[in-house]
């Protein structure tokens, strides 16, 4: 049984860095694509940032600049560094897995996680 399993969410003011983290078990994802989502309270999900298996990278232009993906596949990992957060980034992030990229891209993807929320205070 796939799982994926977020943590690394919490509180931090404006300015501030959180790094999430997204454990996969149950298969390997060495060669699928992995990425996050967020969803704001009254709003859409929408992609944050994506990447394939062999690193290239997609960003949603709102946090061009202040988040890096990454992965390590020999611990079946995504992260998401953030940094200078914004109160606008206050959401429930969700990490997203597919052997397809665009299905992570367009947020389709087949293994998704419960998510963790990322407040950020002004």
């Known amino acids: 049984q796939v799982q994926l399993v977020e943590s690394g969410g919490g509180l931090v003011q404006a300015g501030g860095s959180l790094r999430l983290s997204c454990a996969g078990s149950g298969r390997s994802f060495t060669n699928y694509a992995m990425g996050w989502h967020r969803q704001a309270p009254g709003k859409q999900r929408e992609l944050v940032a994506c990447i394939t298996a062999g690193g290239s990278t997609n960003y949603a232009d709102t946090v061009k600049g202040r988040f890096t993906i990454s992965r390590d596949s020999t611990k079946n990992t995504v992260y998401l560094q953030m940094n200078s957060l914004k109160p606008e980034d206050t959401a429930v992030y969700s990490c997203?897995?597919?052997?397809?990229?665009?299905?992570?891209?367009?947020?389709?993807?087949?293994?998704w996680g419960q998510g963790t929320q990322v407040t950020v205070s002004s």
């Open positions: 997203a897995v597919d052997s397809q990229f665009l299905k992570v891209l367009a947020g389709f993807a087949d293994y």
